[in-house]
């Protein structure tokens, strides 16, 4: 956590010309973004734009169809990199929070531990039990995911990325699908997490929250970065008039 | 009026039932006059049990075993009137299909319980081949989905779908052996039994796959698990709980097809029955094979709508 300045060279994550085509669409046509270590960056776009579909470029859930992504330096859209040892050094946070429901809340955070690290099962379930402490879900840990609200959900999910001893996590609209007195208490542990120096890139329009944690705020729209720079500077003073419909729209 | 007309009444229904009983039970009438009476009078008897009968069934304050009794009052009514109209040859039938004399013979009984154990046999080799067969085929069908594996196990589930099973069992008997392939008369059985098993399981499972979200595969992709660890540790577990109730009552059909090994000389229930049917010249081993069915599949059946129940939500 304090490694911040000595690597300061390499970025986190840097994305190079990303395209990808559905079919016939082309959905995103030639994204660059550099994420430092411990920055936390910001999507922003309309529905549509292709924020979602670049967020999963970034550890190939989603395929890109041409460019590249490297994580500190070393390119990973590559046939020959393990893909699955890049996702487990990035966390991934769903909308949908896509816990395993067959799984009490413990086993959803220690599965990674036990499969992808290869990590004796009591010790998977210690370091397992001290995420979700981390989240405040020390009580609930042998609950399944059913019994519990849908920003409990969220932080376990939050935990399982973290439980991992990720590189960087993304989030995809990880309020969007939380009733709203449930929104601040997963901000609330991602604001931490930025604040304990964890690389983050986020999709979400949680304005107050972006104010307050995001560095860098990328605006997206029909598969282009329209604009990018400081969080205030977007938010305060867009330089793109598509930008500043956006912004007039979602307040 | 109406009140009156539902409140139950068991001491008149008790009457009713001694007094119809009574009656059917009486010699009946034969020519004549006398029948269109006895008719009439048959028909009365049922109206005015029924007439007590359908209060206390819908009252409820009626005690259980009072529901219960009534309920069986009504089915010895029904029982009487049958045998009192039908034109029964009744000490033939119960000579030629309910004769213990003949299934006490030496090694009758014998014979027909190892029949159960082969076709048990048959029913448990079939079972597990065509599950791992239904299962493997599903799990590579959604994790490989490559084109042409997918149109060959499609063709697969789709051919033997089609094939009756009995048709199956006639031609691969008759057939093998030209191909070379000497394979026991059980062997076939649980072979052809397999193959047609295997491709329902494979829709069986594949629904269950199907049903799981995408979103689950990508969750569990997203920690670093491999395709076929997502498969075994998030998708299956979820899967096989969804498929339970039509995988079991596939399980069901599949004892009971048993019965179809019988054609390439199987000797399990059927088979056995039918050579004890020629020998002894008497149909009773084919009601007992009928029973030890029963046996079987009696207990399979409940166990299967309880586990309907128990469908989870979701």
Known sequence: ?251 | MRQELIKSRPIPLILMFLVGLGYLLAAPATSGIGIAFDITATVAVFVAFLFLFVPVQIDKGAPLWLQNLSALALLVLATAAFFRWADGDWGRLGYLFFNVEVMSRPGAMARMLSGLWIAVQVFLFSLVLSTLLGMFMAVVRSIVNDALLNFFIDAYVDVFRAVPPIVLLLVTYSALPYSGIVLSPFATGVVALTLIEGAYLTEVFRSGIEAIHRNQVLSARSIGLTAWQAMRLVVLPQSVRIVLPDYSNRLIGLMKRTAETSVIAIAEILKVAQDLQSQFVNATPLVVGALLYMVVLFPMTRFVSRLEKSRPRQ
């Not at chain 1, 220690?110 to 992808?116: K, Q």
């Open chain 1, 1 to 251: 956590m304090s490694a911040v300045s000595d690597t300061k060279a390499e970025p986190m994550i840097e994305a190079r010309g990303i395209h990808k085509y559905f079919g016939g669409s082309h959905v995103l046509r030639g994204i660059d973004a550099t994420i430092a270590r411990g920055e936390v960056a910001a999507l922003m776009g309309s529905s549509g734009s292709g924020k979602s579909t670049f967020l999963r470029c970034l550890n190939r859930i989603e395929e890109p169809s041409q460019g590249d992504v490297l994580i500190e330096g070393t390119v990973i859209t590559d046939l020959r990199t393990d893909v699955n040892r890049v996702r487990a050094d990035i966390g991934m946070v769903f909308q949908e929070y896509n816990l395993f429901p067959h799984m009490t809340v413990l086993e959803n955070v220690a599965l990674g531990l036990i499969y992808v690290r290869r990590r004796p099962r009591s010790e998977a379930q210690e370091t397992a039990a001290d995420a979700l402490k981390r989240v405040g879900l020390a009580d609930h840990v042998t609950k399944h995911p059913q019994q519990l609200s849908g920003g409990q959900q969220q932080r376990v999910a939050i935990a399982r990325s973290l439980a991992m001893r990720p590189k960087a996590i993304l989030f995809d609209e990880p309020t969007s699908a939380l009733d709203p007195e449930m929104v601040n208490e997963v901000l609330e542990v991602m604001r931490t997490l930025a604040e304990e120096g964890m690389t983050m890139v986020v999709v979400s329009h949680e304005i107050g929250f972006l104010r307050k944690a995001a560095d860098q705020l990328i605006m997206l729209d029909a598969g282009q970065v329209v604009e990018r720079g400081p969080t205030a500077r977007v938010l305060d003073e867009p330089e793109h008039e598509r930008t500043r419909e956006f912004l007039r729209a979602i307040r």
